[in-house]
């Protein structure tokens, strides 16, 4: 697929691509942060062979789009990572890099024209792909324990308002018991199952571990970003019930096997 002539969008081709794997279509659409000083760095680091690494499209700060990969095509943009049952993110998702400094960057805000570009292209890609709106995610989603992007600042509500992905009201902030790094138990248990649920891949042991604990900081950033500090308090674990109860189906019903 090329881009939509209605949208501002140029082509530069990547050679960092191949054919999906096992027949895959897309069924994820994965929102990214370059992380790089500028978006023309970024441009030439995803279209360097040496590389490795591609997305199917960049929106610059200014709301410029670039194709750097055709959607039937894999582009390298996901790495090591899973959601509900799917391990080959790269032939499952449909990726875009959102032109920003990241973390290391300061975390600067997304200009509103980028933020409408991704709107814009986020619809144009839906109205062409069987994308549930549980499986729009966050790079850090489907990696807790290497990414942080697009990151806390990222407008999730503004996408959501414009028909795009999943979200709740995030519970209000209050106190009450918690659970943390090193707790143990039954109700430790209760929460990894319901993150593993809503789609983290994440062992159900009873053990609030380091892996639990990223997984509980990539739910915030992207569900309850008032406060990413990896506790599952009473408004983190009553944001998971509310998204979990707002599913139009069990999400047991779309996990695959591991590709």
């Known amino acids: 697929m090329i881009c939509d002539p209605a949208l501002d969008c140029e082509v530069r081709p990547s050679p960092n ?10 069924d994820i659409l994965l929102l990214h942060y370059t992380g790089m000083g500028t978006g023309d760095q970024a441009l030439d680091w995803l279209c360097n062979r040496e590389s490795g690494v591609s997305c199917h499209y960049l929106v610059h700060e ?56 991704v709107v814009a292209l986020s619809r ?11 499986f729009v995610l966050a790079h850090s989603d489907i990696a807790p324990d290497r990414k942080e992007d ?9 996408l959501h308002r414009a028909g795009i992905g999943h979200l709740v009201a995030p519970a209000p902030m209050r106190g009450g018991r918690y659970l943390s ?15 593993s649920a809503y789609g983290y891949g994440l062992a159900i042991d009873g053990d609030f571990d380091e892996a639990t604990r990223l997984a509980t900081i990539a739910f915030q950033r992207h569900f309850r970003p008032a406060r990413v500090d990896g506790v599952a308090d009473i408004s983190t674990i009553d944001t998971l019930h509310r998204l979990l109860a707002a599913l139009e189906r069990s999400p047991f019903a779309d996990r695959t096997p591991s590709a």
């Open 17 to 26: 691509v191949n054919e999906r794997r096992g027949g895959l279509t897309p």
């Open 62 to 117: 200014d709301g410029r789009i670039v194709q750097m990969v055709p959607e039937a095509m894999r582009a390298w943009h996901a790495g090591v990572g899973s959601w509900r049952g799917r391990n080959d993110i790269n032939s499952t998702s449909i990726g875009i890099e959102i032109v920003n400094g990241g973390h290391s960057g300061g975390l600067p805000a997304f200009p509103e024209r980028q933020i409408d570009a």
């Open 124 to 134: 144009d890609i839906l109205g062409r792909h069987a994308i549930r709106p549980e």
């Open 150 to 158: 697009p990151g806390e600042h990222f407008p999730w509500d503004e």
């Open 181 to 195: 790094r090193g707790d143990r138990g039954e109700p430790v248990s209760a929460f990894q199952a319901m993150l």
